[in-house]
């Protein structure tokens, strides 16, 4: 990999747009001009002239966005722009990329691509109020509500809804997937939201899609581009640290309970709506979902993530097992002749025919290289076989796309070091540019660590640092979120906080992520419990967060299959699993917690981090190597001092 000098480069077009007299400032209402920000703009453009492959790493506040989308507005191109999630997708084409496009005052046609799970299926719709089977009231009005809308929605797109809630059972119900889609057999295909959307992206000239969308497709698990991935001439990655396990699930392949449920429903509604008969296929089809559930019992109670090695063999579930393959074959058996009477018959033979496959492939015979895994919910599961490594597949599929490949997001360096994440998916040679935040964090933030706190593995390790947490929070006046490394310490905080905390207190699950933080903008003086779901992609901006307590560097648990998979592989093949794999992705996931505290320019905030092997160890030293530069303190009082500080300026 090669470090580049993005402003020694001849080509500057784009950093001048972004400079203090470019078009930018004159579009955006407070726009500062940050050498950060230009610097990238220049390394964009260089790469996209170049058909090169290039990493950015960019502070948070650099404006990363701004410094992708000037130089892809003006290069004239064909791009194709990935995001990590679908509200960032949104953001991107809704706000910032209409900013942009009117400063520059380019002629660009732009379109938002999502997977076809995101689109409203009219014949779906049709079968869910016909067909009435419900568990509750609530789903009902909720069908009607996507009813009423669907007669005045013109893209189709189910976030224009954004009062049903994402995880609804109404939306399987009234979207489609790549197996139960009838194509162009459907009645409704001429006025299809997903065949629309994917015109307008090819016809566009840039294009913003999303990792899962991006990886389907790349995996040939056809999420409906055709010629659009072709078609580009560059690709921008936004938020890329997601991408390795974005990748590492669409190259792989998993069976879960929903799929064979579907499965047994579609058939029931398909014979119905063909013979209306109540008898014969859906008793069968009744049958298979029996079986279903029996195979789900026989996977044991609760919820659990865990290697398939631990099941595979058991009385048991060979026994739910050989129940559920009968179970399926005499479906397929019933479909087979029934296929040639309809499109959507046939559609649920072909699918029965693939999970036929994909069942022996998942509890039989597993291919070679995978992690073999499963996953229990209370009344669902799913088994997956997931690849060791993406680097190789996604480097065969990149080589038959365009050359130019733009990776960029706040956390991708380790150690100052890129070496980590281009391993991941194969780019080494890559030329990389690392930007510091432009945010002041010598002046604006402070790092703590609390003397005296035992190892993690202590017993009483959570309550210690509860009582960190008490005190932090009272001189903080509330303003805090506390981000976990699990569960349970979240829901040990919770209980203890509930009754000794004097502020508002969040905690996640409690309702969704959007709405907690909506209501901790809104109260100013909040403390808001988090895992994972929190330790990134979440934006608080002034005094109403102004501390963030971590209470445990984020090694991944070694317990896990995914994890325990590949650690077991790299020390078959002579490597370091710990400095190779855990930690690096530890200090980028902290990375992207710290990320939290300072948001804007004038944040100012305390970031305390307890687990004491961050100053006891000796690869402590690469956490604090990867984090920004802000003063440190071991004494509480500094804390407190800190805060008051803050306070009187902000009177």
Same mark, same amino acid.
């Given at each position: 990999?090669?470090?580049?000098? &993005?402003?020694?480069?001849?080509?500057?077009?784009?950093?001048?747009?972004?400079?203090?007299?470019?078009?930018?400032?004159?579009?955006?209402?407070?726009?500062?001009?940050?050498?950060?920000?230009?610097?990238?703009?220049?390394?964009?453009?260089?790469?996209?002239?170049?058909?090169?492959?290039?990493?950015?790493?960019?502070?948070?506040?650099?404006?990363?966005?701004?410094?992708?989308?000037?130089?892809?507005?003006?290069?004239?191109?064909?791009?194709?722009?990935?995001?990590?999630?679908?509200?960032?997708?949104?953001?991107?084409?809704?706000?910032?990329? &209409?900013?942009?496009?009117?400063?520059?005052?380019?002629?660009?046609?732009?379109?938002?691509?999502?997977?076809?799970?995101?689109?409203?299926?009219?014949?779906?719709?049709?079968?869910?109020?016909? !067909?009435?089977?419900?568990?509750?009231?609530?789903?009902?009005?909720?069908?009607?509500?996507?009813? /009423?809308?669907?007669?005045?929605?013109?893209?189709?797109?189910?976030?224009?809804?954004?009062?049903?809630?994402?995880?609804? $059972?109404?939306?399987?119900?009234?979207?489609?997937?790549?197996?139960?889609?009838?194509?162009?057999?459907?009645?409704?295909?001429?006025?299809?939201?997903?065949?629309?959307?994917?015109?307008?992206?090819?016809?566009?000239?840039?294009?913003?899609?999303?990792?899962?969308?991006?990886?389907?497709?790349?995996?040939?698990?056809?999420?409906?581009?055709?010629?659009?991935?072709?078609?580009?001439?560059?690709?921008?990655?936004?938020?890329?640290?997601?991408?390795?396990?974005?990748?590492?699930?669409?190259?792989?392949?998993?069976?879960?309970?929903?799929?064979?449920?579907?499965?047994?429903?579609?058939?029931?509604?398909?014979?119905?709506?063909?013979?209306? !008969?109540? /008898?014969?296929?859906?008793?069968?089809?009744?049958?298979?979902?029996?079986?279903?559930?029996?195979?789900?019992?026989?996977?044991?109670?609760?919820?659990?993530?865990?290697?398939?090695?631990?099941?595979?063999?058991?009385?048991?579930?060979?026994?739910?097992?050989?129940?559920?393959?009968?179970?399926?074959?005499?479906?397929?058996?019933? @479909?087979? &002749?029934?296929?040639?009477?309809?499109?959507?018959?046939?559609?649920?033979?072909?699918?029965?025919?693939?999970?036929?496959?994909?069942?022996?492939?998942?509890?039989?015979?597993?291919?070679?290289?995978?992690?073999?895994?499963? !996953?229990?919910?209370?009344?669902?599961?799913?088994?997956?076989?997931?690849?060791?490594?993406?680097?190789?597949?996604?480097?065969?599929?990149?080589?038959?796309?365009?050359?130019?490949?733009?990776?960029? *997001?706040?956390?991708?360096?380790?150690?100052?070091?890129?070496?980590?994440?281009?391993?991941?998916?194969?780019?080494?040679?890559?030329?990389?540019?690392?930007?510091?935040?432009?945010?002041?964090?010598?002046?604006?933030?402070?790092?703590?660590? $609390?003397?005296?706190?035992?190892?993690?593995?202590?017993?009483?390790?959570?309550?210690?640092?509860?009582?960190?947490?008490?005190?932090?929070?009272?001189?903080?006046?509330?303003?805090?979120?506390?981000?976990?490394?699990?569960?349970?310490?979240?829901?040990?905080?919770?209980?203890?906080?509930?009754?000794?905390?004097?502020?508002?207190?969040?905690?996640?699950?409690?309702?969704?992520?959007?709405?907690?933080?909506?209501?901790?903008?809104?109260?100013?003086?909040?403390?808001?419990?988090?895992?994972?779901?929190?330790?990134?992609?979440?934006?608080?901006?002034?005094?109403?967060?102004?501390?963030?307590?971590?209470?445990?560097? &984020?090694?991944? *648990?070694?317990?896990?299959?995914?994890?325990?998979?590949?650690?077991?592989?790299?020390?078959?093949?002579?490597?370091?699993?710990?400095?190779? !794999?855990?930690?690096?992705?530890?200090?980028?996931?902290?990375?992207?917690?710290?990320?939290?505290?300072?948001?804007?320019?004038?944040?100012?905030?305390?970031?305390?981090?307890?687990?004491?092997? @961050?100053?006891?160890?000796?690869?402590?030293?690469?956490?604090?190597?990867?984090?920004?530069?802000?003063?440190?303190?071991?004494?509480?009082?500094?804390?407190?001092?800190?805060?008051?500080?803050?306070?009187?300026?902000?009177?």
């Amino acid at each position: 990999m090669t470090a580049i000098d &993005p402003l020694a480069e001849d080509s500057k077009r784009a950093a001048d747009m972004l400079g203090s007299d470019g078009l930018l400032a004159g579009e955006v209402p407070g726009f500062a001009a940050r050498v950060q920000q230009q610097e990238m703009a220049a390394a964009v453009e260089q790469a996209l002239a170049d058909a090169g492959t290039l990493i950015v790493e960019a502070g948070t506040g650099t404006g990363k966005t701004f410094a992708y989308l000037v130089p892809a507005l003006l290069s004239g191109q064909k791009i194709v722009i990935s995001t990590g999630t679908r509200h960032l997708q949104d953001q991107l084409f809704h706000r910032d990329l &209409p900013t942009v496009r009117s400063a520059l005052g380019v002629p660009l046609k732009a379109a938002l691509l999502k997977g076809r799970a995101n689109y409203l299926c009219q014949q779906r719709l049709q079968v869910a109020r016909a !067909e009435g089977r419900f568990s509750d009231r609530r789903q009902v009005h909720q069908l009607e509500q996507v009813h /009423e809308w669907s007669g005045r929605t013109v893209s189709g797109d189910i976030a224009e809804l954004s009062n049903i809630p994402e995880d609804s $059972p109404i939306w399987p119900k009234v979207t489609s997937t790549t197996e139960n889609c009838l194509g162009a057999d459907c009645d409704h295909y001429a006025d299809c939201h997903v065949i629309r959307a994917r015109r307008e992206a090819q016809d566009a000239d840039l294009v913003v899609i999303n990792h899962h969308l991006l990886c389907a497709d790349m995996a040939l698990k056809e999420e409906g581009f055709g010629e659009l991935l072709p078609g580009a001439d560059a690709f921008i990655i936004d938020e890329a640290h997601q991408l390795p396990e974005t990748a590492s699930r669409f190259f792989g392949h998993a069976l879960s309970s929903r799929q064979l449920l579907e499965l047994a429903q579609d058939s029931i509604n398909e014979y119905i709506a063909e013979t209306g !008969e109540q /008898e014969g296929l859906p008793d069968v089809a009744r049958g298979l979902e029996t079986a279903v559930r029996e195979f789900r019992l026989a996977m044991g109670e609760g919820e659990q993530r865990a290697p398939w090695s631990r099941l595979a063999g058991k009385p048991a579930l060979v026994r739910a097992r050989d129940s559920l393959k009968e179970a399926l074959a005499e479906l397929t058996l019933q @479909l087979e &002749p029934l296929s040639e009477r309809s499109r959507g018959l046939d559609n649920c033979y072909q699918r029965a025919l693939r999970v036929q496959a994909l069942l022996v492939q998942t509890t039989e015979q597993p291919p070679e290289q995978f992690i073999h895994w499963f !996953e229990t919910w209370r009344q669902s599961f799913r088994i997956n076989l997931t690849p060791l490594d993406v680097s190789e597949n996604f480097n065969s599929q990149r080589a038959a796309l365009p050359e130019c490949w733009i990776f960029t *997001s706040a956390t991708l360096s380790v150690n100052d070091s890129f070496e980590h994440f281009a391993r991941k998916l194969g780019l080494e040679g890559a030329r990389t540019l690392q930007l510091d935040s432009p945010f002041d964090y010598a002046r604006n933030a402070l790092f703590y660590v $609390p003397k005296g706190m035992p190892e993690p593995s202590d017993p009483d390790y959570t309550a210690r640092m509860l009582d960190q947490a008490e005190a932090i929070i009272e001189a903080a006046r509330g303003r805090t979120f506390v981000l976990f490394t699990s569960y349970r310490a979240m829901n040990l905080a919770r209980d203890r906080l509930r009754d000794s905390c004097g502020f508002p207190l969040l905690v996640q699950g409690s309702a969704p992520r959007n709405e907690l933080l909506e209501r901790f903008r809104e109260l100013g003086n909040a403390v808001l419990l988090g895992t994972s779901s929190f330790w990134e992609g979440v934006d608080v901006r002034g005094e109403a967060l102004s501390c963030v307590i971590i209470d445990k560097l &984020p090694f991944a *648990s070694p317990g896990d299959p995914v994890w325990q998979a590949r650690i077991d592989a790299m020390k078959a093949r002579g490597g370091n699993p710990f400095m190779d !794999e855990q930690l690096p992705h530890a200090v980028i996931t902290l990375k992207q917690g710290v990320g939290r505290l300072i948001r804007d320019v004038d944040d100012r905030g305390v970031l305390v981090i307890c687990d004491p092997r @961050l100053l006891g160890k000796r690869y402590g030293r690469v956490f604090l190597n990867s984090l920004p530069d802000m003063g440190r303190t071991r004494a509480l009082e500094d804390v407190v001092a800190f805060f008051h500080a803050s306070d009187a300026l902000s009177l």
